[in-house]
C-alpha cells in the first residue's frame, strides 16, 4: 500500500491552506472582477432608476408601466437573459453588466418609489410654502426623507448582483464564479469551496458597508429609535 500524499492539493480535500498559498494571484484576480461588475452594475442600475423612480412619482400613469416592465425583466432567468443580450454584447464583460443592470431596476425603482410616496404631504406642502421649487423640493426633502427606503433596496440590489455575477461564467466573465465553475468541472474542492466562502464573504461586508453608509446618511432615524 502506498501512503497517502501529504500534500492536502494532492489529497483534494476541501479546505487546505496550500491552495490559498499557491493560487494566491488567481484569487484576488477573481476578486477584483467580481467587485468591478458588482460595483458597475449596481451604480448604473442606481442612475437610471433614480429618474425612472421620480417620473413614476411625479406623473401617476407612469408608475404601472415602469414598475411592470421592471418587474418582468426580473423574472427572466438569468441563463436567459444572457443569451437574449448575447448578439447585442457578445462575449464580454458589458454582457455581464447589462444583464446585471436590469435585474437590480425592479428592487431598485421599487424602493426608491416606495420611499418617495412615503414622504408626507404636509411636508411637501410646507416645503413649497417656503418657496421651494419642484427641484430643490426633490433634492433637498423628498430624496433624504425616502433614503432609508432606497437604501433598503440599494442593499438588497447590491447582495443579489454579487450573487449573479457569478452566472457570468458562462462567457468568462464572473469573477469569482469562473473559478466555482471550473473547480466543478474538475471537482477540484479547495477552489470550488474557498470561491464560494469568498462569495458569501463579500455579499455580508457589501451589506454591512451599506448599512454603515445609511446610517451615516440619516442620523434622524437613530435619534428616533433612541
Same mark, same amino acid.
Given at each position: 500500500m502506498t501512503a497517502p500524499p501529504d500534500d492536502c492539493l494532492a489529497r483534494n480535500e476541501w479546505?487546505?491552506?496550500?491552495?490559498?498559498?499557491?493560487?494566491?494571484?488567481?484569487?484576488?484576480?477573481?476578486?477584483?472582477?467580481? @467587485?468591478? /461588475?458588482?460595483?458597475?452594475?449596481?451604480?448604473? +442600475?442606481? %442612475?437610471?432608476? @433614480?429618474? /425612472?423612480?421620480?417620473?413614476?412619482?411625479?406623473? +401617476?400613469? %407612469?408608475?404601472?408601466p415602469v414598475l411592470g416592465v421592471t418587474t418582468i425583466l426580473y423574472t427572466i432567468p438569468s441563463l436567459a437573459m444572457f443569451s437574449l443580450l448575447l448578439p447585442v454584447y457578445g462575449l464580454s464583460a458589458t454582457l455581464v453588466v447589462a444583464g446585471l443592470v436590469l435585474y437590480s431596476l425592479t428592487l431598485l425603482v421599487r424602493n426608491v418609489l416606495a420611499g418617495l410616496r412615503a414622504v408626507p404631504e404636509e411636508t411637501r406642502q410646507a416645503a413649497r410654502g417656503m418657496g421651494y421649487g419642484p427641484i430643490r423640493l426633490l433634492l433637498t426633502v423628498e430624496m433624504p426623507l425616502a433614503l432609508p427606503a432606497a437604501m433598503a433596496g440599494l442593499r438588497i440590489a447590491t447582495v443579489s448582483a454579487v450573487s449573479l455575477v457569478t452566472v457570468g461564467a458562462i462567457v468568462g466573465f464572473g469573477g469569482l464564479g469562473n473559478l466555482i465553475y471550473a473547480g466543478m468541472n474538475t471537482y477540484f474542492k479547495a477552489q470550488v469551496l474557498t470561491a464560494s466562502v469568498l462569495c458569501v464573504v463579500i455579499a455580508i461586508l457589501a451589506d454591512v458597508l451599506l448599512l454603515l453608509v445609511q446610517r451615516l446618511l440619516t442620523p434622524w432615524t437613530r435619534a428616533v429609535r433612541g
Open positions: 479546505i487546505c491552506g496550500e491552495y490559498l498559498s499557491t493560487r494566491r494571484h488567481i484569487l484576488v484576480d477573481a476578486v477584483v472582477q467580481h @467587485l468591478q /461588475l458588482t460595483a458597475v452594475s449596481v451604480l448604473i +442600475g442606481l %442612475a437610471i432608476a @433614480l429618474p /425612472l423612480a421620480v417620473a413614476a412619482r411625479r406623473w +401617476g400613469w %407612469a408608475a404601472g
